[in-house]
């Protein structure tokens, strides 16, 4: 996301480029977890639903975060008591978030989730000698997480609702340097389309996303990032590489009821290169 843009000139060019969706999102309420900075595809996501009608709540990490996502929240118009501190690996902090929602909103229609970690050592190092320790600390705080996330926000979309999540490439084939984020975001997909078949009949839609290689805080910890986003931009068909402004749009119309009867599928957002990489 280019720096000089700013929410209001996004808004503007969604407006004026996207008529017939614009508006599809109206009188929704999404909550976004995983808003780290300007940078990160959560805050492509929250733009865009924001950009569609949506209101939008947020979350934040902790306090030494806050001077990256305050600013965020006040630009996308989220009212202070739905700005929200949420460290998943604390008892109690994501249901907390829900009560909160509860409590102003009374409903839910749209949850995104783009958490993700892995202890660094293990992520540096060969799956086969990935330790226990942080072969669970990964997956609870990437994958469970979300199961989590859709058990709290079940009884708040009464009206049905749409559960998202991001993934990666990585978890379907094997990326150099992925490591042990590979099986864990395929536990991810594999769980999102347990959610779909267990949760559809209420209405809810489930959805992993899966962008190509972003250059977030998150993908800085991997290592040859910049090699993987060279070769992305060289292979894929469209020869370019996903921004979080795409990513957005394109989640926006997977939680409009544009996709109403789409559910469970990855949906790669990545300029075609998941099917040549």
Known sequence: MQDELSPEAYFANVRKEIEGPYGALEGKKALVLGIANNQSIAYGCALAFR???????????????????EPLAEALGVRPELYLP?????????EAAFDVIAQH?????????????APRDDLHGRVVDC???????????SCHSF????????????????????????????????????????????????????????????????????????ASGIGGFDELMEKAAER??????????????????????????????????????HIVG
């Not at 009608?53 to 306090?63: C, D, F, I, K, Q």
């Not at 749209?110 to 993700?116: G, P, Q, V």
């Not at 330790?131 to 705080?141: N, P, V």
């Open 105 to 117: 909103w009374g409903k839910l229609d749209i949850a995104l989730h783009s958490i993700a970690f």
């Open 236 to 273: 894929a068909p469209q020869r370019a590489l996903v921004s979080i402004e795409d990513v957005g749009l394109a989640t926006a119309f997977l939680a409009s009821d544009y996709a109403k009867l789409i559910t469970g599928d990855t949906m790669y957002i990545d300029g075609g290169y």
């Open 131 to 141: 330790s226990r320790e942080g072969f669970l600390t990964a997956m609870d705080i």
């Open 147 to 218: 199961i989590r996330m859709a058990r709290f926000a079940e009884p708040l979309m009464t009206d049905g609702g749409v559960l998202i999540t991001m993934t990666y490439y990585g978890a379907e084939r094997v990326v150099e340097h992925y490591n042990v984020m590979g099986p864990v975001k395929a536990a991810l997909e594999a769980s999102a389309r347990y959610l779909a078949a267990e949760l559809g009949p209420k209405g809810i839609r489930v959805h992993p996303v899966s962008p190509g290689p972003i250059k977030t805080r998150a």
């Open 51 to 69: 950009a569609f009608g949506a209101e939008v709540a947020m979350t934040y990490l902790n306090e030494k975060t806050k001077k990256y996502t």
């Open 86 to 94: 949420c460290d998943v690996t604390i008892e109690g902090q994501l």
